[in-house]
């Protein structure tokens, strides 16, 4: 039997990757006919896919014993779902097509892959009915609403792990009139965070302060001293767009805040990370996209660096096995900007923070399947942007998700069950956070 690994790469080229999601089966097990010395334990755990309307492709690995070879069936849903590659040895890719989703229905496909000593594993994926924004459509806790605006720009940033997985690293909803972003949505998970494989100046330290516009690709250069630790390699071309290396939809340069080779963003603010730097130290181009313009706001440097950045601390000792989403996100009550490199920068008078995530942190389902709001936590964070908020506490800043909805005039975490998405978002228990 020829590997035929070659053959999906080449099918997936011609996919417009803003319509491919990734589905990852990790399989490691012992063959019944294997010697007791085998490296390979005997189990197998599937990431639960649900996927959006357009999406026409879904990939998954295998890894295992290479010796073993695998099947894949479509057992339900084989009228818009059907196996692109069906044979394989464990370790090659396999792949499922599906027919985009014109119903106001959603769908189910099930598929089952056999291996040649015996085990089996089958999974559910889930197709979502088709809606105005197929792009934006995806089954991320995190995600909140999408809302029109001729302004607002929706995108995702996407990165590979140290160990080959494709993921999603943040979404935005970017304020072109503003430049900044209005929030930033993310999951908060170790494996973003642990098992570094680069390092910054000869030392460990995971931040590569790579500075840039979000169309930037960087790399370590050879300095030890941060401002001078990487450079810019490539910037965006139509013509060498692979879908890999760049990121869509475009925002303009001159849209953007110019933060790069300079210690703030300008009229005596910080470069104010959205989703934390220290929240992804998995991989350079990881860490690296925290550093685009697009996840900065200015921020005054008290606040910053006092009770903001308390926060982020706290927050990340709540990770937990079946992840923490959150939300980072921008008020603009008044009318202060700053001015760098002739562009006008609005300064947010209020910046907040929302977390959402089971209470036992290993229930091992998607958001969306929780019917009762006892199982899950949630809290939301509003903080002056100023001295004033540099001296608040945790506890005063500690607020509701409806609230931030209230002022912001956004609606967040829409993958909670209609029927205890109120009571979820009303939720302001601080002490069970633990902070």
Not at 16 to 33: E, H, I, K, M, W
Not at 138 to 144: D, F, G, T
Not at 305 to 312: C, D, I, K, P, V
Request: with cysteine.
């Amino acid at each position: 039997m020829k590997r035929g690994i070659n053959d999906i790469k080449n099918f997936l080229k011609g996919i417009n990757r803003s319509v491919v999601a990734v589905l990852v089966l990790v399989f490691g097990f012992t063959a019944c006919v294997q010697p007791e010395w085998s490296p390979y334990n005997s189990n197998a755990e599937l990431s639960s896919v649900i996927v959006s309307a357009q999406t026409t492709t879904v990939t998954g690995t295998t890894v295992g014993d290479p010796m073993l070879t695998w099947e894949l069936k479509v057992t339900d849903g084989n009228d818009f779902c059907t196996a692109v590659k069906k044979v394989g040895f464990v370790g090659q890719n396999f792949s499922l097509k599906f027919d985009a989703n014109d119903n106001d229905y959603e769908r189910i496909a099930r598929a089952t892959i056999k291996f040649s000593d015996g085990f089996t594993k089958s999974f559910e994926l889930r197709q979502l009915i088709a809606t105005d924004n197929p792009n934006y459509d995806r089954a991320w806790a995190e995600q909140p609403e999408y809302q029109q605006g001729e302004n607002l720009v929706h995108k995702t940033y996407y990165t590979t792990l140290n160990d080959k997985r494709r993921v999603r690293n943040y979404s935005i909803c970017y304020d072109l009139s503003k430049i900044c972003s209005r929030w930033v949505a993310y999951p908060a998970h170790n494996v973003y965070t642990s098992g570094r494989d680069y390092e910054v100046g000869g030392t460990t330290a995971g931040r590569t302060n790579a500075w840039a516009f979000d169309d930037a690709v960087t790399k370590y250069k050879y300095s030890s001293n941060w401002s001078t630790a990487y450079e810019i390699v490539s910037t965006y071309r139509s013509d060498l767009d692979t879908y890999n290396t760049y990121t869509h939809p475009i925002i303009p340069q001159s849209k953007q805040a110019d933060i790069r080779f300079t210690s703030g963003i300008g009229g005596g603010y910080a470069r104010g990370h959205m989703l934390p730097s220290a929240d992804r130290y998995n991989t350079w181009n990881t860490n690296a996209q925290t550093c685009y313009s697009t996840n900065i706001m200015a921020q005054d440097y008290d606040f910053n660096s006092a009770s903001w950045g308390t926060l982020e601390n706290k927050v990340r000792t709540k990770v937990c096995a079946d992840t923490l989403f959150v939300v980072v996100g921008t008020l603009f009550e008044n009318n202060k900007t700053v001015s760098k490199n002739g562009r006008t920068i609005s300064v947010p008078s209020h910046c907040f923070k929302m977390l959402l995530r089971t209470k036992s942190g290993n229930t091992k389902k998607s958001i969306s399947d929780i019917k009762s709001a006892d199982e899950l936590m949630c809290i939301g964070f509003i903080f002056e942007n100023n001295g004033t908020g540099a001296n608040t506490s945790l506890s005063s800043a500690a607020t509701t998700v409806a609230e931030i909805e209230r002022r912001s005039g956004f609606s967040f975490f829409r993958n909670l069950d209609p029927a205890i998405a109120d009571e979820v978002k009303s939720q302001k228990n601080f002490s069970a956070w633990g902070f």
